[in-house]
């Protein structure tokens, strides 16, 4: 039963409200629909000069700038307040993901392995793609990522091998902006596979399907307290889903995998609408560095040790399997 | 080698004058409460207290150090307060921009042994034809920019995009200065709350 463990809010109806006058209310209603459409505007008509990765990444870089403004400004738990210790460890993680995973991922991740297949087989007849709308294009390359990534992260929560990967980001006691870079290097890795890099897009889609990314998936972790919108909610991924997710309740934990687009979760029977501010495993023990590197290995070796019957020296349980 | 040198890059020492009219003992009481907190352990004698932390809650407002000692003293013009608290965050934080150099490093010269196998590649696009897709109509007709053939690296595109050493000079970069900051805010946030503490009702 949900809320068994650790207490949780379930409805939105139960769900806390902005405080403050017709202006903070009004921003922190409109902020995120606002952002999103602003965004793809931007990238749909900026003139090709400006259209380039290199742009994206200021973007994405400046608007995480101001997120973090925000969550100074409107938090949504005060428990949840960013600390030099915690934004020091998050953005350890960040630098991880923009440095040697993606050295590591330029040779071995999913694009590297579509590139592969694809020059060596010249499969170009899925070209056909670069002639829909550019924002049908966006959609799918956004929708394609977020479909595999929902099953992945499923995966992760119901077998023991993929979990040992993913249960080191849910040792994280409060959501910040670079949450979801907190993690052991092989679920980010893993996380990050998609399908995308079999087909044919023009850039100009790939840039406004990293949109879907800034504008939505990144609201999974943040401290601001939002009026969302009732169809924002209903569609897109929120804090308040992904907070139940992270909460100390174990059946609460088992819901909301999407990244994105939560109706993903609707059609399979996944999605839990409320928040939590409880989070974490263990009580909300709080998994250090080291231990974030090392876990997903050592459990698997106690795990392995156990399985073929030699015995393991007694110790506390350090966290509760996914099955 | 002498660490007394160097470890104040990972300690912070201070001292704090203990309110008029309060014993060792009473200072001692009301510091106490701060050191429970999940994963704190503390000891207290009569004028002094030892704590250690393993892996404490990011709500712990003393989550940044992971051992300690405060001790009274007896000083010119009264009881002292005076603490030395170990940090493992703030040692990791000066260090990190090593980790980051060397990561910069290693982005080098895994793209110098690709060289010659993206001027293999790059011959290979070559032979292919310069054709873009037509735009679509609903494109057109809303008035976005006609695509260009991207430069080589200016692809929208993640594929055949090769990592730069940049990103990994830039987190060794912030990681210094974040250092500095630390060093310096955690310093005094701790003396903010050992004297509230102290002055608590």
């Known amino acids: 039963m949900i809320g068994a463990d650790a207490p949780v809010t379930i409805g939105w109806e139960n769900v806390s409200r902005v405080e403050g006058g017709p202006i903070r209310r009004f921003v922190f209603t409109w902020f995120q629909p606002f952002a999103l459409f602003a965004l793809l505007a931007f990238w749909y008509y900026a003139p090709n000069s400006i259209a380039k990765p290199s742009t994206a990444i200021g973007i994405g870089i400046g608007f995480k700038a101001l997120l973090l403004g925000l969550e100074w400004v409107n938090p949504r738990f005060a428990s949840w307040r960013l600390t030099w210790k915690e934004f020091t460890t998050d953005l350890f993680f960040v630098g991880l993901g923009y440095t040697i995973l993606r050295l590591v991922d330029s040779y071995i991740g999913s694009d590297a392995v579509a590139k592969l297949i694809l020059d060596h087989f010249h499969w170009e007849k899925l070209a056909w793609f670069t002639t829909l709308p550019l924002l049908v294009q966006a959609f799918l390359i956004a929708f394609m990522f977020d479909f595999v990534q929902y099953w992945m992260h499923r995966g992760m929560h119901n077998w023991y091998p993929l979990w040992l990967t993913h249960a080191p980001h849910h040792y994280i006691t409060q959501l910040n902006i670079n949450k979801g870079a907190v993690g052991n290097p092989v679920e980010l890795f893993l996380i990050g596979l998609g399908v995308g890099g079999f087909f044919d897009f023009l850039p100009r889609a790939f840039l406004l399907a990293g949109v879907f990314g800034l504008t939505i998936g990144i609201y999974q972790h943040i401290n601001v307290r939002f009026n969302t919108p009732r169809l924002w909610r209903f569609l897109f991924n929120t804090t308040e889903h992904h907070s139940l997710h992270h909460s100390q309740d174990y059946e609460a934990t088992r819901s909301n995998y999407s990244g994105t687009f939560i109706f993903i979760d609707r059609m399979f029977g996944t999605c839990v609408d409320g928040e939590a501010e409880l989070l974490g495993m263990e009580g909300g023990r709080r998994m250090s560095i080291r231990e974030q590197m090392t876990f997903p290995f050592t459990e698997a070796w106690k795990a392995m040790r156990e399985k073929l019957g030699r015995p393991v020296a007694a110790e506390p349980v350090s966290a509760v399997p996914a099955e | ?201």
């Open chain 2, 1 to 201: 080698m002498n660490l007394r040198f160097i470890d104040w890059i990972w300690h912070v020492r201070g001292a704090l004058p203990v309110p008029e009219g309060q014993s060792g003992g009473e200072a001692l009481a009301r510091l106490e409460p701060l050191f429970h907190q999940m994963g704190t352990s503390h000891m207290r004698g009569d004028d002094v207290l030892e704590f250690s932390k393993t892996d404490p809650a990011s709500q712990d407002p003393m989550a940044v150090f992971d051992a300690g000692t405060l001790r009274i003293e007896q000083g010119q013009q009264g009881l002292l307060l005076r603490y030395r608290l170990k940090s493992k965050t703030l040692l990791f934080c000066l260090l990190a921009p090593l980790l980051f150099l060397a990561f910069a490093q290693l982005t080098i010269w895994s793209g110098a042994g690709e060289k010659p196998k993206d001027a293999a590649a790059q011959a290979k696009k070559a032979e292919k034809p310069d054709a873009l897709p037509p735009m679509n109509p609903v494109d057109k007709f809303l008035g976005a920019p006609a695509p260009e053939k991207p430069k080589d690296g200016e692809g929208g595109g993640r594929r055949g995009r090769k990592p730069s050493p940049t990103p990994s000079y830039v987190f060794a970069g912030i990681f210094a200065v974040l250092y500095v900051v630390g060093r310096i805010l955690e310093d005094r946030l701790v003396r903010r709350l050992f004297r509230k503490a102290l002055a608590a009702e």
